[in-house]
């Protein structure tokens, strides 16, 4: 890397950047016809009066070349707050540069400064270049738990469920 790193947390002004990198993410995992979010999703749940989640940029020079975007959490077992990341993009033309840790780290310092204990992610299990650099930074596969969802239909017969 030529010019200096930066890591700043991201404002409204930064939704189509984050779109963009999102959907950067989307193309390289091949899970493109996935992504349906749009920049005026992550300007409303992201930069309203009350938003539901943060992120974090690296930017070079003027470029910004990597996103962390992350919530809290409650544990209810272990009585702790928690950071969730949800995504973590870095520009494939700069990847292996340190970047993704260092966006990581920061999560967690932020998280730290907001009396969160302990952060968590989950992995495609198809994406092992990502399962392998989570464990090369210190995180650990949980052997305990799987992720359940239910989405569009499945989460409507939820709601509507007598």
């Known amino acids: 890397m030529s010019e200096k790193l930066a890591i700043r947390l991201a404002t409204a002004s930064d939704v189509e950047t984050i779109h963009r990198l999102l959907q950067h993410l ?51 077992w272990r009585g702790e707050l928690g950071v969730y990341i949800q995504d973590l993009v870095v520009d494939s033309d700069v990847r292996a540069a340190g970047i993704g840790r260092l966006l990581v780290r920061e999560t967690a310092r932020q998280a730290h400064k907001q009396g969160a204990t302990h952060l968590r992610l989950s992995v495609d299990r198809d994406n092992h270049k990502a399962m392998r ?29 007598v």
């Open 26 to 76: 989307a193309d390289s995992t091949g899970l493109r016809h996935k992504f349906l979010s749009r920049p005026q999703d992550i300007l409303k749940f992201g930069f309203s009066d009350e938003p539901r989640f943060e992120a974090l940029l690296a930017e070079q020079g003027d470029v910004v070349v990597g996103l962390c975007l992350f919530f809290y959490n409650f544990s209810s």
């Open 133 to 161: 650099f989570y464990e090369k930074i210190g995180l650990q596969e949980s052997a305990d738990e799987s992720i359940f969802a239910a989405y569009e239909g499945d989460f409507v017969n939820l709601v509507e469920a």
